[in-house]
């Protein structure tokens, strides 16, 4: 288990064992939706300050916390200006993302064709989402790519996964609507504590 401690990290993992009351992953996101927003809004949880680093040649991806029991994760996400994922799954997992700072490109896709190797996509909706923001992602609705849109605020956002997700399919563009599937290691940055987040 991850042991990463930080200011409010009670009140995030008590929004957790809350939506695990519901009985179905529908319930849960939108429970777990809700409580994120409201951690947010109402500066309960304040992130380590190694979040807030951005790492160049790619967004960053920090674990905050990991139930040994249920598998959930938790993961920060730091996003430097530009930066961005190409179309991806999340291999069949849930997932809640609240936007904490800034502002992130949603764009979500609904897959019209798999062909093995190569997929047809047709783009679903692009939504900007602000500070204190949050969306589910409930299988088989997964694909998505998020970018950071402003050219000089990093944005932060916080990741819950049903399980650790260690590799996704991602899907590059290869002409038309059509995008050749491959498969990407999805590693961690190192969390690097202050004095008080240890």
Not at 118 to 142: D, I, N, Q
Request: proline fraction near 6%; glycine fraction near 10%; charged fraction near 25%.
């Amino acid at each position: 288990m991850n042991t990463l401690t930080f200011t409010g990290r009670d009140a995030l993992l008590q929004v957790i064992d809350e939506a695990y009351a519901q009985p179905d992953h529908e319930g849960l996101t939108h429970v777990l939706r809700d409580g994120l927003c409201r951690l947010i809004r109402d500066k309960v949880v304040f992130l380590p300050e190694c979040v807030f680093e951005p790492v160049e040649g790619h967004y960053a991806r920090r674990e905050l916390y990991a139930c040994p029991e249920r598998g959930t994760t938790v993961v920060a996400m730091t996003w430097a200006p530009g930066q961005g994922t190409p179309i991806h799954d999340h291999c069949g997992l849930w997932c809640v993302e609240g936007v904490w700072q800034g502002q992130l490109e949603i764009t979500r896709y609904e897959l019209e064709e798999d062909a093995g190797t190569r997929c047809r996509f047709a783009r679903y909706e692009t939504l900007v989402a602000g500070t204190g923001t949050a969306g589910s992602l409930l299988p088989p609705h997964e694909y998505h790519t998020i970018r950071n849109p402003d050219p000089a605020r990093i944005a932060i956002s916080l990741h819950i996964y049903q399980k650790e997700m260690g590799t996704c399919a991602t899907f590059e563009p290869e002409g038309g609507d059509w995008y050749r599937r491959g498969s990407r290691e999805l590693c961690l940055d190192q969390v690097e504590c202050g004095p008080d987040e240890a």
